[in-house]
């Protein structure tokens, strides 16, 4: 299922065409598309570990679903004839690509211009399934959100640092999401005790660029209180995109909120209140007066009334401010889908410099240069995202089919996790799933079927 999304997506076109592989043709035995392939859908099964490679290489299921060979070819095993030495490489693989391979291939993808192909590969995917589900058409206006999540390590990881506020050692990266469909655009691995929006503006504007050419007219931008400063917020007003941010509490605000905190006379409703103060407001290192909207909240078993702050660059006709807190709200929908990547995919990022003494127990006279470990995580971690946004795909399809909503846990442990016979019958092969899962596979896949993506022109 999920390769069929991958191919009827061009992913694989796009792999071949964005990807630098610099070995030697005559000895390639799995071409760099088909790893890729393998390790996307490794992680989306819930296998994290290269080493699980191993362990799953003589899966027939899987040997079709990667392979770049038709029919049953995947499945049969070309044979030496006795006394002929191989003339390089001209057998059929046996099974999928073993953990050493698949750990070079991280090695080769952790080169600046692969990790480039797999940040365009990650959003073409987005953008991709976006634009395919509406008939080809851009939407009127999107919604990016930009956040830094923990990505907790262990070992001596390089980068990784201890960081204060979620008081482990982690890696801290930028990531930027689609808010209305839940699909990730793009991700920044960053060291672990920087800054939440340490080269977010970088990161944001030429992601902006590309999303209006791609999927919108026009972008706006949803930020928490970590972003809005003076050298975030200047560039997007200069560009004309809006944004919504909350913003902390400081001495001045907490000063001019302090009249509107008093709870009413009176017993309280049933249903919670809310009130909205509208302000200009000015930091010390703002360049300029902005829109502030105090926000007081009545919440349940509250004896004291709650308020933050919500800065904007849209004025009060465009949007008022109950449409502002609600327009900031959808925001835990984006990290819902954030979180389904760091908890469901939980990406393992454990390459370390480790220099080697000896090599099949004799001593290494030449070394060969160490691999930059920080560049082979951060491949890792697009390649969680990109496995993430393909199963995304297949997960909305889902919900289109049967009309609920479904999380990306439950998509997998119900749809993707399935027992089934593969029985060959000449030149095809037919798996055979359980009567209670094949009336939803077979929903699903008419949906499938509609999906193609047609470049433009």
């Known amino acids: 299922m999920l390769r069929e999304v991958f191919d009827r997506l061009g992913l694989s076109r796009l792999l071949a065409s964005v990807l630098v592989d610099d070995r030697d043709p005559e000895w390639i035995t799995y071409p760099l598309p088909e790893l890729i392939r393998t390790m996307v859908l490794l992680l989306c099964q819930g296998y994290r570990d290269l080493d699980d490679a191993d362990a799953l290489r003589e899966e027939p299921a899987f040997r079709l679903a990667v392979s770049q060979r038709k029919g049953l070819s995947p499945l049969k095993v070309s044979e030496l004839q006795p006394g002929v030495e191989p003339d390089r490489n001209p057998l059929a693989p046996e099974h999928l690509a073993s953990q050493p391979t698949m750990s070079r291939t991280m090695s080769l993808l952790s080169w600046t211009t692969n990790r480039a192909g797999l940040r365009t590969v990650l959003f073409k995917c987005a953008a991709r399934r976006f634009r395919t589900m509406r008939g080809g058409r851009r939407a009127e206006k999107l919604t990016v959100d930009l956040d830094s999540l923990p990505v907790y390590v262990s070992g001596h990881q390089p980068e990784a640092a201890y960081n204060g506020h979620y008081g482990a050692t982690v890696y801290h990266p930028l990531v930027a999401s689609i808010a209305e469909t839940g699909d990730l655009l793009d991700l920044d691995l960053r060291r672990g005790n920087c800054h939440t929006a340490e080269g977010g503006m970088e990161f944001l504007l030429p992601l902006l660029d590309k999303v209006e050419r791609a999927m919108c007219c026009k972008a706006a931008v949803r930020v928490d209180a970590g972003f809005p400063h003076e050298s975030f917020l200047a560039p997007l007003e200069n560009r004309g995109t809006r944004y919504t941010a909350r913003v902390r509490n400081n001495a001045v605000l907490n000063r001019l909120a302090e009249p509107h905190l008093n709870r009413p006379p009176g017993r309280r409703p049933q249903e919670p209140r809310a009130w909205f103060h509208e302000y200009t407001y000015k930091a010390e290192e703002w360049s300029c007066a902005r829109r502030a909207v105090l926000v007081v909240l009545e919440r349940e078993d509250d004896l004291f009334l709650h308020h933050f702050w919500l800065i904007t660059n849209r004025n009060i006709d465009e949007m008022d401010a109950p449409t502002l807190l609600e327009e900031y709200r959808q925001r835990g929908t ?25 090599y099949a127990g004799h001593p290494i006279v030449c070394e060969s240069p ?42 997998r442990e119900r749809v993707l996790k399935v027992a089934a016979r593969i029985l060959l019958h000449g030149r095809r092969a037919t798996f055979v799933v359980n009567r209670e899962v094949a009336p939803l596979w077979r929903s699903i896949w008419r949906r499938i079927s509609r999906l193609e993506w047609q470049p433009a022109g």
């Open 334 to 358: 984006a990290e819902g889908h954030q979180g389904e990547l760091m908890n469901v995919l939980a990406p393992l990022l454990s390459s370390t410099v480790r220099p080697k003494a000896s």
């Open 370 to 411: 160490s691999v930059d470990a920080f560049a082979v995580n951060e491949a890792r971690l697009l390649m969680n995202a990109l496995a993430y946004n393909v199963m995304h795909a297949a997960r909305t399809l889902t919900e289109l089919a049967t009309g609920e909503g479904w999380g990306l846990a439950h998509f």
